[in-house]
């Protein structure tokens, strides 16, 4: 689904993504790890538009997407969580995720003055999905709840549901386990796992806790010094000499 191919990113004389290839298959849980420093936010930034790549091209189901903007690329059902979730603060849990999909009726003045019941059609249409993705993440307590007041964890999760809101082909999460405590980590990975053999839902994961990418993540690709290093699956990656030295004993050990 996802192929990069030879990127190059540049931030004046440091080459934060060095000549990095690789692939995400549509329907896998794609890891990307690495050590701080290894270009995997750099290069999470550069496929959803945030940066244009120096070199090489970013491809998504035989279409060249390297040059797309962040709006452009939604469009095309390539979405990104933060590791610092951007919720509506002042929001409830049902509206941020009602503020989604696109092209409303009611954003326009003359659909909203002059066709009010499409508006309130179309409305009612997204209520009840974003009520069904409610549902799914186990967040009813907290429908009417300002997003603002959720905590950590939960703002993750109603980040995960936002991508739901339109079907993504691909979603890009960005260190989902950041802050989490552990119960709601879980329902997090869940929620992955289940979106992903349920729904087919194709995910393409950062992440620094090795126990959420064993769990969920293969293969699992390593980055280090902004190029790619390996990939395989996870006991591949925790049992290969150059990622472990790369990692310099923190975070991966041979099992």
């Not at 849980?29 to 420093?37: A, H, V």
């Not at 040059?67 to 002042?90: C, D, M, N, W």
């Not at 552990?182 to 349920?198: H, V, Y």
């Amino acid at each position: 689904m996802l192929e990069i191919n030879k990127v190059n990113k540049f931030f004046g004389g440091l080459k934060a993504v060095n000549n990095a290839s690789m692939q995400v298959k549509e329907g896998s849980i794609t890891g990307l790890i690495g050590p701080n420093g290894a270009g995997k936010t750099t290069l999470f930034n550069t496929i959803a538009g945030l940066y244009e790549p120096d070199d090489g091209k970013i491809i998504l189901n035989n279409e060249d997407i390297s040059y797309l903007k962040p709006h452009e690329l939604f469009s095309k059902g390539v979405l990104r969580t933060f590791q610092i979730a951007h919720e509506f603060s002042t929001l409830t849990v049902l509206e941020n995720l009602m503020m989604v999909p696109p092209n409303q009726f009611g954003e326009k003045l003359t659909y909203a003055l002059l066709n009010n019941s499409k508006v309130k059609e179309q409305e009612e249409r997204i209520r009840e999905k974003a009520v069904e993705v409610i549902n799914f993440l186990n967040l009813g307590h907290l429908t009417q709840e300002l997003a603002g007041n959720l905590s950590g964890g939960q703002k993750k999760l109603l980040e995960l549901g936002r991508t739901m809101m339109v079907d993504p082909k691909i979603v890009l999460l960005d260190e989902v386990g950041a802050g989490v405590n552990r119960t709601l980590l879980n329902e997090i990975t869940d929620a992955i796992l289940r979106l992903n053999k349920e729904k087919n839902y194709t995910f393409f994961v950062i992440e620094h806790d090795m126990d959420l990418i064993e769990k969920i993540c293969d293969p699992v690709i390593v980055m280090a010094e902004g190029s790619v290093l390996f990939k395989g699956n996870f006991e591949e990656v925790r049992n290969n000499d150059a990622v472990i030295e790369a990692y310099l004993g923190k975070g991966i050990t041979k099992g």
